[in-house]
């Protein structure tokens, strides 16, 4: 046998040396990083800024009585201070009362209970900015 064969042989392997990277803590946490960026972008969406202000839109309305009853299972949720309903844009805004926290799935169940579908969900974070939450998932049919 030739050395230069003994010297390539003798080399530690590819899957050794990525072995002892991953036992480091530095890979350990951008590890870490790297999977919340990638949950992120596929989807699984991390809670919205919560704001003092939440619009949603409701799918149907489609005369003014039926925004009572929109309003009224809005206005159930614990920490909502006030909500009005645009009928001609089918937009619910909703005034927070301060640190309040409301999920999408609260708001998304209220709108369902009033017997309409609830359709995007848009945050408006402290600075004014408007923050979409993921749309939810359809049952399989």
Known sequence: ????????????RAHVAARRL????????????L???CSSLAGAAPPPAQGDEV????????VPYSVFGIVKR?????GVAKVDFDMRHG????????????TDEELRAAVKNASYTP???????PNGRTVTAPKAASPPQ
């Open 1 to 12: 046998m030739t050395a230069e064969f003994l010297r390539a042989f003798k080399r530690p």
């Open 22 to 33: 991953y036992q480091r803590p530095a890979f350990a946490m951008l590890a870490v990083i």
């Open 35 to 37: 999977a919340s960026l």
């Open 55 to 62: 619009q949603i839109i409701v799918k149907g309305v489609a």
């Open 74 to 78: 809005l206005g159930q949720i614990p």
């Open 91 to 102: 937009l619910a805004d909703i005034k927070l009362l301060p640190g309040a926290h409301i």
């Open 119 to 125: 359709g995007d969900i848009h945050w408006v974070t």
